[in-house]
Each structure stands twice: as structure tokens, then as C-alpha cells.
């Protein structure tokens, strides 16, 4: 079924002066719905036209906003509302960390808002345009410049708009009509359409489905990789063994590679159950620089650079008023000081109270060097001049 309509009155001219004219006085008639169609860019055609700034640079400015507020409250809801997560002692939420994000965000929202919102402004995508009928229209490539006012201004007036371009010179003057087809789709592709949306529920159904029910059977493994494995694995239960268990207690006696312990005092700090007194290895420069950069590794980060309790650590829990934190010893109490070396080494290797013990990450040489430089650390806290060699007396002011 078609039908046809009148479209619009189209004119054409031979000279870039003729379009030019032609416009302004097509403006100055105070019509609305027209434009220009041109081989090639035309400059002062849009002047003479009338067509204002585009709008583009502020539909995109508003995007850009939005993509950046969206990026920040994203952030602050996850990191510090929604699944508040202590990572480092840094805070929950801070700027400098969301930046990466705010950036991209802005930029995304930005740049499909700017290719979008042209595509939008444009009313493109456009497949067809009545004047695409009309033959004489393709010179509109090569060497006529065009102008059509449509039906649809409301100052349409065939007869003057006719008389108006005769009068500025044009070319030829034709009214176009436009030929509406039925775009009513056929009866049977309406059906396959609306089954194939239907089918396109399907998918998403089972998502809410499985996300609202629970199922006995395992789920579905489409890619199983080297997953399932005859084998063992840690914690694993196993029916091989009368004690059900997957993991093997070593065989007594067994000693893993570097973890005899031949020398008690070295490995224990104990010897024949009390603390040692003396260091079981030799001290010298070296285990005292190693246990000076051991302790600024491993320690300070709670018990602070001189020990006094001040860390990072303590800092931060002090300052978002942590109830669980107990603050560290300052190291040169009484009760510190006053500890033989291999109490220390406990202590490092075992932990005290609240706090965890360090044997996994420092070897035994290392905590030996840490209560080195501890006990020199504490020392200088207590020092008096008789402490300083003689010859270094007179330096000192
Ligand atoms: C995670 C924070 C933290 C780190 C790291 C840490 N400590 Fe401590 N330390 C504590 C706390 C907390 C206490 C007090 C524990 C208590 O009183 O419950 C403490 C107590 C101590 C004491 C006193 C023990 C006593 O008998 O009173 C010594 C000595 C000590 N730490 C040495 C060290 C050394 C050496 C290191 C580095 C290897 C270290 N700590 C690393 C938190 C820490």
C-alpha cells in the first residue's frame, strides 16, 4: 500500500553566490523547516542561514559530569559503605587512590556522549530522504547547489516560496512529493520477531532463577581445565588410610632440610629451660647493621623507628579509635629492658599476648640480629658520657 504526499518545494542554483543569497532571503521570509544541500562545504552558507552553535559541547559536558559523580559515589559506596575493608591502614576512602577511575569514567561518558549526541542532534541514522527521488537532485554531488523548504513549515506557502526562488535566480523549481510505503512488517517476520524476544527472555530468567533458589547438584563446569584430579589434596579426606585422613604425619624422627635444630640455644633461646643470657653466636658489626635493618623492616611499623611505640600501625589505629588495638610496649619499659636476650628471641619467634609471631617470615640468624640491635637501641636510650670512648669526648659539645 502507498500512498503520496507533498514534501516540500525544491530549488536549485548554479553559482555558490545564488545558494547564498538564496538562503537569506529564504531566512528573511521567516521560514523555519528548509535547508541546504551542496557539492561541497560552502563558508558563510551556515552564517547566511541562520544555523546556530551546535549544542553538542554542552550535552557532552553534562555527560562527562555524570561519568565522573558516577565514578565517585561507585567508589565511596563499595570501598567505604557497602564492604568497608581496611587495606594497608589506609583510609576508607580518599581521593588520590579513585583518581585512575574518576579519569576514565569522564572520558567514557564523554567520548560515547560525543559520537552518540551527534548521531542524535544529526537524527541520523537516516536511510532514506524523499529527495533521493527526484532525478535532478543527484547533481546535488557535482555541480547544483540545492535548497528545499519542506510542507511541514508552518509558513508553507507553495505558490510564494515558488515566486521567491524565481525571483532570486534559481535554476529550476519543482515541488517533490514524497511516496509513503506500507512499513508494516509481513504477518509471519512480526511472529518470528516476537518469538525470537520471547526466547531472549529465556536466558535471563534462568540467571534470577539461580540467583533466588538454591540446587543440590554441583554447577555447571563447562570449562574444567586440570579442575577435578585424581588425587589428594591438603585438608582432604581419604578412605585409603584407617585414620581418614589425606595428609600424612611425618614419620617421627623426620627433620625437613634446614630445620634441625642441633644447637637449642640458637633455635630456642633456651637452654636446659631458662632464657639464655648470651648471644649463642658471635656478635660483631655486621649482626648489628643486619639487625638494625631487620628491626626497620619488621618492627617499626607498630613499635616505631626508637622503639617508643609509636608506628604507622599504632598511629592509624589511634586515629579511626580502633576498639580491638592494644597498643605496643614502648620497648624501653622496665619490664623490657630487664629481659635476657634469649626472652627477646621468644618473643620475636613466638609472639607475646597480642602480639603475632615473626618465626615464619625472619630466619633464626635475623631475630638473633634484631635482639642485637634491640638491646643496643635500649641502651641508647640510658646512656651517660662515660659511655662515649675518650677519645671522642672532646668532639662532642
Ligand atoms: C603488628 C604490630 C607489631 C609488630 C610488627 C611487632 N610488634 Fe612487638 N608488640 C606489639 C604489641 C601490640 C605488643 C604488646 C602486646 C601486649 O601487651 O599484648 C608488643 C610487645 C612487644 C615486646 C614486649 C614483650 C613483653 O614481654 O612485654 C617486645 C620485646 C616486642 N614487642 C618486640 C618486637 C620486635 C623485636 C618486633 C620486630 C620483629 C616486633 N615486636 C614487631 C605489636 C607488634
Redesign the pocket.
Given at each position: 500500500m502507498t500512498s503520496s504526499r507533498v514534501y516540500g518545494v525544491l530549488a536549485s542554483f548554479t553559482s555558490v553566490e545564488g545558494i547564498i543569497e538564496a538562503a537569506k532571503a529564504v531566512k528573511e521570509a521567516g521560514l523555519t523547516k528548509w535547508d541546504c544541500h551542496t557539492p561541497f562545504p560552502v563558508h558563510g552558507l551556515d552564517k547566511a542561514m541562520g544555523v546556530k552553535m551546535t549544542k553538542l559541547p554542552w550535552i557532552v559536558l553534562g555527560c562527562g559530569l555524570s561519568g565522573l559523580a558516577l565514578a565517585i559515589w561507585l567508589q565511596w559506596w563499595t570501598n567505604a559503605v557497602d564492604y568497608p575493608f581496611i587495606i594497608s591502614g589506609k583510609p576508607l576512602w580518599s581521593i588520590p587512590a579513585n583518581v585512575p577511575i574518576m579519569f576514565e569514567l569522564t572520558v567514557l561518558f564523554s567520548a560515547l556522549s560525543t559520537f552518540f549526541g551527534m548521531w542524535m542532534l544529526n537524527r541520523l541514522p537516516r536511510w532514506y530522504h524523499p529527495l533521493f527521488s527526484v532525478p535532478s537532485f543527484r547533481r546535488a554531488t557535482s555541480d547544483r547547489f540545492f535548497i528545499v523548504v519542506e510542507a511541514d513549515d508552518p509558513a508553507y506557502q507553495a505558490p510564494e516560496i515558488k515566486a521567491l526562488f524565481e525571483a532570486q535566480g534559481a535554476a529550476t523549481v519543482e515541488v517533490v512529493e514524497e511516496t509513503i510505503t506500507n512499513t508494516d512488517w509481513p504477518p509471519k517476520i512480526k511472529f518470528a520477531a516476537w518469538a525470537a524476544a520471547g526466547l531472549l527472555m529465556l536466558p535471563p530468567a534462568f540467571v534470577v532463577k539461580a540467583k533466588f533458589s538454591t540446587s543440590e547438584t554441583p554447577r555447571l563446569h563447562l570449562v574444567p581445565d586440570m579442575d577435578h584430579q585424581p588425587k589428594f589434596k591438603a585438608q582432604a579426606a581419604s578412605s585409603l588410610f584407617a585414620d581418614g585422613r589425606a595428609m600424612r604425619m611425618p614419620i617421627d624422627g623426620t627433620v625437613a632440610r634446614g630445620e634441625l635444630v642441633a644447637n637449642e640455644a640458637l633455635h630456642t633461646g633456651f637452654l636446659g629451660g631458662e632464657y639464655v643470657t648470651e648471644f649463642p653466636l658471635p656478635v660483631d658489626e655486621f649482626l648489628m647493621e643486619r639487625g638494625r635493618e631487620r628491626?626497620n623492616i619488621?618492627?617499626t611499623?607498630?613499635?616505631g623507628v626508637s622503639g617508643l611505640g609509636d608506628g604507622m600501625?599504632n598511629k592509624r589505629a589511634q586515629e579511626i579509635v580502633s576498639p580491638l588495638w592494644?597498643p605496643?610496649?614502648s620497648?624501653h619499659a622496665e619490664?623490657?629492658i630487664s629481659?635476657p636476650p634469649g626472652q627477646?628471641f621468644q618473643?620475636?619467634s613466638k609472639g607475646?599476648?597480642?602480639?603475632?609471631g615473626?618465626a615464619q617470615q625472619?630466619p633464626v640468624r635475623d631475630r638473633w640480629a634484631?635482639v642485637l640491635y634491640?638491646k643496643a637501641l635500649q641502651r641508647s636510650q640510658s646512656g651517660s658520657l662515660d659511655d662515649v670512648p675518650l677519645q671522642l669526648r672532646n668532639t662532642i659539645r
Open positions: 628491626f619488621y618492627c611499623a607498630c613499635h600501625v592494644v605496643p610496649l620497648l619490664t623490657v629481659q627477646l618473643t620475636i607475646v599476648r597480642n602480639m603475632p615473626y625472619i634484631i634491640l
